[in-house]
């Protein structure tokens, strides 16, 4: 709100009642990497308008920025205060409990709170505070090459914002030398305020002004000026279709010429004698030659077409339907036949969507008795949490469904998070099936549009479901009564460095938020992670099981079986029309006896003749890898030189499609090497296997298979997850190879068989989740076999079968996996038995990284021995396994203790640190 503002405000109900008095003041956070909040005093014109969760406009240090009221009160402080400059959404953009979230999560993560709070607007909603530079003497010269560029630059291109000149001066001290620019007169600089970039869609509408049955009527009068029509029109109109020559020129307002041509074209006919026309044409004949010569058919067709459709049409439609343009249009209103006008449309994610309606099924005997359990907590305030640990397809969707509805039914919102991006397809289509038009979705490959609407109309209540990755998990809706985790093992529920803090996880957050506005949190997994699993153990949270597999509806399961001519083989659940399977067989193949008897293929000989087997039956198969590209590194035989990433020192993965090498972390792109840079020789060899490779040597040994590979090389794009998806559901392919996107959530009854290439990749990491990851990823992708009436069963590849966490995934058995885990790690002291911090250093000089992580080190010593933590135990510095990212060298100092919040509370760390506590990723 701008002063001075008029328009009526939308407050909710628990703001009303805040008190107000004559001098208040607003303390706000903004969006910089300061910790600190700030006081600014409440304006005239804002008195009484402006609560907590507000979005507003402030002058902060030289520019404008966007900023949240945190808390309004009369307190003076001790200094002079600036005042609020406007009110910038008359409605608060986040809740009380958000706020509170916020300041937790702030403190949790040693983060500053403005960045904890833009965690829960949509991008580009809070307008950018920039500052515009003016060249003032154009005949400066600068002292630094610095210098001299942002002269140059100015006198180029005139006024800059300080965002176009990050653009265009990448070196990050350009600030330095503008200010001394600033200082000697040279160049002046002025705060701004950007606008949002994201506004409300609002499209060009056009409706029709006229009954549509009279629209024929108006046919003749519509188009472009005519002489010739005018002249039929005056003879089509008289009841003798004959009259004077003399009259009818007066009439249409033409000349003899006219005549001449429409007597040629054999129209009329004239009587010299008498000196009369008569018209020859039939009634439809000169209709369809007055629509002609006035070239009135395009719109002609607009008003049919709005006759057709109802009242207000978006002009684009009319445009692509009818082939008019906006001068067609402006014509039609021109004469009042049409009515041009405005409205605001939705951007959402899901309205093309359109699934049957789906009722809830009978719950089995262990569905109802979890369900039973979840549904007395709903109703108490009191933040409980579930962990619902249930096989691959055991049913657990199905609560979170009964659950949502319960908590609609209180008129309270959920929250469905989901960790992959590709698995929101499959969710999306179950709960738009029972919910329809209450789902909103939420993840990074929406465009800022979509996001900002879906945040609207959640704010306002109009969408009390919500359904995304991580980032859902702050969408503001009124009163959040539940949220769910799917697979809540997941590590992309963490973020993690490199980018941007806060670093938190969302299952911590959910549980707190929870706590804080007495909702309830449901986990969900096949494979919990150990930490949730131990606090079921000790009480923390509620631990529900679901041990057997839930397929579907028995009469569904036969009609399945009889399309594709086969014996359903399931086992009838007690008490309900459901049907069940066991889970699926998992063969282990030993690659080192492979590789003795002479086989030296990716494929095991069994893998081999069970997709030969699959495919000549019609049935469908994935082979899981968890590694893109062609080839894993590339190198050298002679010297052993191995292609690595200039920025990363990372091996670069050859990716045959493209004749190319590609960095997968920063996405450096290198030509592929035919001779070694290092000793000249040609001996260059391409090791190890990537899902590009598999596609290729799939297509080469099985020429009629079908297949799709999915992973991030092929749904990069919007869309891509949800057409590979619908693709292999549909059978239009029948081999899907893909990476870890294909192990999680999915609900595939044609596979019959799962392959996975390499079940050991990860155990050699030098990470102490190493085991457990290496588990949950072959337990979830064994999942994915056997979910449909032909059962199925699982080829696990492996080097290292003996090792306890390939043993418990081919028997489906976490609680064997879980007991040696939780032994191993509480001897060796690590969580759930105490928790962990890291301090991750990059810096582009090596021994710069280095210092400052040594720095690090003996400072956190220092303090240890001075809170006298024994228990508290530091590890390295030392480099991190992957040295080197994106062009940075990188170092780490790991901290095992009992309360890291604590230990770092006042402890300040340079920018080159980032500081992540409880961490899922160490290397």
Known sequence: ????????????????????????????????????????????????????????????????????????HDDKPTFETKPVLALLDPQPVMTEVQLELAVWLAEETHTPVGQCLWLMLPPGLAPKGETLYRLLDHSADGTTPTENHILSLLKRRGSLRSGQIERA??????????????????????????????????????????????????ATRLGRESKRANVLE????????????????????????????????????????????????TDKAVYEKILELRNAHTELSVLKFLAKNGRDVEVSA????????????????????????????????????????????????????????????????????????????????????QAVQKVLAQGRQAILLVPEIALTAQMIKRFLSRFPGQIGLVHSQLSMGERYDTWRRARNGELPIIIGARSALFTTLPDVGLIVLDEEHDDSYKQSPPIDPPYYHARTVAVEYMRRSGGTVILGSATPDSISYYKTQQGDYRLLELPKRVLAHR????????QLHLEAHFQPIRGTDAAGLPLPPVHIVDMR?????????????????????????????????????????????????????????????????????????????????????????????????????????????????????????????????QRILEDFMAHRTNVLVGTQMIAKGLDLPLVTLVGIISGDTALGLPDYRANERTFQLLTQVSGRAG??????????????????????????????????EIEYRNVLRWPPFVRLARVLVQHRIPEEARAE??????????????????????????????????NLFRWHVLVRTLNPVALFDQFDLSTACMLDIDPVDIL
């Open 169 to 218: 001066i990448t070196y990050k001290g350009w600030r330095t030398a503008m200010k001394k620019l600033i200082e000697q007169g040279s160049i002046e600089e002025q705060p701004i305020f950007t606008a949002s970039r994201i506004q409300p869609k609002i499209i060009r509408t056009v409706r029709l002004n006229i009954p549509p049955q009279k629209v024929d009527s108006f």
């Open 555 to 562: 009469e569904k399961l036969t009609q399945q079986a009889k």
């Open 787 to 820: 979910r449909g009436p032909m059962g199925g069963h699982v080829i696990l590849q492996t080097y290292q079968p003996e090792h306890y966490a390939i043993q418990a995934a081919a028997e489906h058995d976490f609680k064997r996996f879980y007991e040696r």
């Open 318 to 401: 009319v445009y692509e339907k009818t082939g008019a343009n906006l001068n067609h249009l402006t014509r039609l209103q021109d004469d009042d036949l049409i009515l041009l006008g405005e409205s605001e449309v939705w951007r959402d994610a899901v309205a093309d969507k359109n699934f049957s309606p789906e009722f809830p099924p009978k719950l089995t005997p262990e569905q109802r008795s979890i369900w039973k359990s979840i549904e007395s907590h709903l109703q108490k305030p009191e933040g409980s949490v579930f962990l619902i640990h249930g096989v691959t397809g055991s049913g657990k969707t199905e609560i979170y469904m």
């Open 853 to 886: 992580a040594e720095a690090v080190a003996n400072r956190l010593k220092e303090r240890i021995e001075s809170l006298g933590l024994t228990a508290t135990e530091l590890v390295g510095p030392v480099p991190c396994f992957f040295g080197k990212l994106d």
């Open 1 to 72: 709100m701008e002063p001075p503002a008029t328009s009526p405000e939308i407050i909710p109900a628990w703001l009303a009642t805040e008190a107000w008095c004559s001098t208040m003041f607003a303390d706000v956070a903004v969006h910089r990497a300061v910790s600190a909040t700030f006081t600014y005093h409440i304006p005239d014109y804002l008195a009484g308008k402006l609560h907590p969760g507000h979005l507003v406009r402030i002058s902060f240090r030289t520019a404008q920025e966007a900023a949240v009221v945190l808390r309004v």
């Open 593 to 721: 006896q492979e590789l003795r008897g002479g086989n030296t293929s990716v494929f095991s000989r069994r893998l081999r003749e069970d997709l030969h087997h699959v495919l000549e039956v019609g049935q469908q198969a994935i082979l899981f890898l968890n590694r893109r590209g062609t080839a894993t590194y590339v190198f050298c035989r002679d010297c052993g030189y191995i292609a690595k990433c200039p920025n990363c020192n990372t091996p670069l993965t050859y990716h045959g499609i493209y004749e190319q090498l590609r960095c997968h972390y920063c996405g450096v792109i290198a030509p592929n090497p035919t001779v070694c840079p290092d000793c000249k020789s040609h001996r260059i060899k391409y090791f190890g296997q990537g899902t590009e490779q598999i596609e290729r040597i799939l297509k080469e040994e099985f020429p009629t298979a079908r297949v799709q590979r999915w992973d991030q090389d092929t749904a990069s794009k919007k869309g891509d997850h």
């Open 234 to 281: 005056v003879l089509w109109v008289n009841l003798q279709r004959e009259m004077s020559i003399d009259a009818l020129l007066d009439a249409a307002g033409c000349k003899r010429p006219v005549l001449k041509t429409l007597e040629d074209e054999h129209c009329i006919a004239l009587d010299k004698k008498t000196k009369t026309v008569r018209l020859l044409l």
